[in-house]
């Protein structure tokens, strides 16, 4: 699996929201190590704190970046895969609030991770970023629960994975033919057949979530795994959760 070159700096999607991409992670899935290319999202608050969504490694010069963007107040943990370098970043950035998503705190603490979660998100943005980035929480997995975000001033919508789109030409031929199969593949990526199933009869409570997705009219969708989508991002949210509908 190719990483989106360069990695571990930052890369402007429009005003005031950057991604980074980072070292490929490995998780296990299908009987083997699926290796998976990683994303983070920056978002500049108007008074200057920054909002970081799934933080991913961070180097020396990573951290030089973001110091001359403002100051991290906010490490989020969108749902309880995500979470693994918030602690790093917590200790680097001790004035930062980590963010809880639901069930992070009994999974951090399952794998042996030492992380001190200090708030949990709700369905409702906080008011530190509420005039600037709505939420809500993508209900009725029994695996996941997904906290999506969205900049207003970029209409962007923030993601982890509930969408992934890997491109056949960034990975070996084995990987590929697994991710079709998953039914995450570019151009028609997706969340993954395995997290589809844990949905199997709660689809109502996710749809009510994407539904509210759908009406904040996003131009952009970023997610963590694959190429995320500049334009046209009400059209993909609608293709790539069809399945919520079936």
């Known amino acids: 699996m190719q990483t989106y070159e360069p990695i571990n700096t930052l890369k402007s999607v429009d ?4 991604i980074v991409d980072g070292p490929i992670a490995y998780m296990q899935a299908y009987g083997t190590n699926i290796p998976f290319p990683t994303r983070m ?9 920054l909002f970081i969504h ?27 895969i995500h979470y693994a370098s918030i602690g790093r ?12 998503s639901p069930g992070v705190r009994e999974r951090s603490k399952k794998m042996g991770f030492n992380i001190t979660f200090d708030r949990e998100l709700d369905s409702e943005p906080d008011p530190a970023w ?14 996941m629960e997904e906290v999506v975000f969205f900049h207003k001033l970029s209409k962007t919508i923030i993601l982890a994975d509930l969408i992934e789109n890997f491109e056949k030409q960034k990975a070996s031929k084995f990987f590929a033919f697994v991710a079709r199969l998953a039914g995450s593949l570019d151009p028609d990526g997706k969340a993954p057949l395995d997290l589809r199933f ?13 539904d509210k997705m759908l009406a904040w009219e ?24 069809r399945w919520l509908r079936n």
């Open 198 to 210: 844990t949905f199997w009869g709660r689809k109502k409570q996710a749809l009510a979530a994407v």
């Open 15 to 18: 005003e005031n929201i950057w």
């Open 218 to 241: 996003p131009n952009k969708v970023i997610f963590a795994h694959g190429r995320w989508y500049q334009e046209n991002g009400k059209e993909e949210l609608k293709r790539a959760f």
């Open 41 to 49: 999202t920056v978002i500049r608050l108007a008074n200057g704190n």
């Open 54 to 80: 799934s933080p991913t490694h961070l180097t020396d010069s990573l951290k030089t970046e973001i110091d001359a963007l403002g100051i991290v107040r906010h490490l989020i943990s969108p749902n309880k």
């Open 130 to 143: 509420a005039n600037e980035i709505d939420q809500a929480i993508v209900r009725g997995s029994r695996f």
């Open 89 to 100: 970043w917590g200790q680097v950035y001790p004035q930062a609030i980590k963010w809880a």
